[in-house]
């Protein structure tokens, strides 16, 4: 078992920023996907970013729609992954969700792939 942990969200005017913070904890691996999703009210969950770690290397993904504004990044001291967010725009309210599966080389931007969830955390964007 994984157990994630979110931190983070809030309340922000647009153009504002916000860090969100990923613990994991339990059965990590080394080789891995580390996700943040999203999902607004009555709209589906949608990918916002990813961090690899597998035997290709490390990498990250980002949705189109981040891209530029979001910045991905992992503290493995700490086992925990953070979500910078800038230029918050209030399409971005929504709340987040991190996701963890174990993986030895494929990187996945599908919800339905990924096995560990947090609990998730608001984020609400002011115009």
């Known amino acids: 078992q994984v157990q994630l942990v979110e931190s983070g969200g809030g309340l922000v005017q647009a153009g504002g920023s916000l860090r969100l913070s990923c613990a994991a904890s339990g059965r990590t691996t080394s080789r891995y996907n580390m996700g943040w999703f999203r999902q607004a009210p009555g709209k589906e969950r949608e990918f916002v970013a990813v961090?690899?770690?597998?035997?290709?290397?490390?990498?990250?993904d980002y949705a189109g729609s981040v891209k530029g504004r979001f910045t991905i990044s992992r503290d493995n001291n700490k086992n925990t992954v953070y979500l910078q967010m800038n230029s918050l725009k209030p399409e971005d309210t929504a709340v987040y969700y991190c996701?963890?599966?174990?993986?030895?080389?494929?990187?996945?931007?599908?919800?339905?792939?990924?096995?560990?969830w947090g609990q998730g955390t608001q984020v609400t964007v002011s115009s």
């Open positions: 996701a963890f599966r174990a993986t030895d080389w494929a990187t996945s931007q599908r919800a339905t792939s990924y096995d560990y």
């Open positions: 961090f690899s770690e597998t035997f290709s290397g490390s990498s990250v």
